[in-house]
């Protein structure tokens, strides 16, 4: 896969993808030139929204938990030396979207934050379609 190529040039460890358009969900291996990397990825029955998250061999062998929210909403657990990540794919509804749906969006996200224990961090990298103005 292209993707895997270049986060290979650019040494990325981990990658969180958005409007995958990927239907289903999954896991599966990628090979660049000379990194693997682990795909895990959240969609659903039509190709629309979708989300993924791209670890690093052997980075993804530290993997704990995955978590598919829905297909705008993903988390993977990772636990690098002593401390343990929560890694979030995000894509919330955008511009467009009824503002229920928005809210609705965000009010998930916030209660699904809430529940993590303060010990473990959390990263969000996603397309959060914030508009300003």
């Given at each position: 896969?292209?993707?895997?190529?270049?986060?290979?040039?650019?040494?990325i460890d981990i990658c969180c993808l958005q409007?995958?358009?990927?239907?289903?969900?999954?896991?599966?291996h990628v090979n660049a030139d000379k990194?693997?990397?682990?795909?895990?990825?959240?969609?659903?029955k039509t190709a629309k929204n979708g989300v993924g998250i791209?670890?690093?061999?052997?980075?993804?062998?530290?993997?704990l938990d995955i978590k598919r929210i829905n297909?705008?909403?993903?988390?993977?657990?990772?636990?690098?030396?002593k401390q343990t990540m929560i890694i979030?794919?995000?894509y919330a509804p955008q511009t467009g979207e009824s503002?229920?749906?928005?809210?609705?969006?965000?009010?998930?996200?916030?209660?699904?934050?809430?529940t993590i224990p303060k010990s473990e961090t959390i990263l969000i990298g996603g397309d959060l379609?914030?508009?300003?103005?």
């Open positions: 896969i292209e993707i895997a190529e270049m986060l290979e040039r650019r040494r409007e995958t358009r990927w239907k289903s969900n999954g896991v599966c990194e693997k990397y682990k795909l895990f990825w959240n969609g659903q791209f670890v690093r061999e052997p980075l993804a062998q530290e993997v297909s705008r909403l993903m988390w993977i657990k990772l636990r690098i030396e979030f794919s995000a503002e229920e749906m928005k809210n609705d969006s965000w009010t998930a996200f916030s209660d699904l934050i809430s379609n914030g508009h300003v103005g």
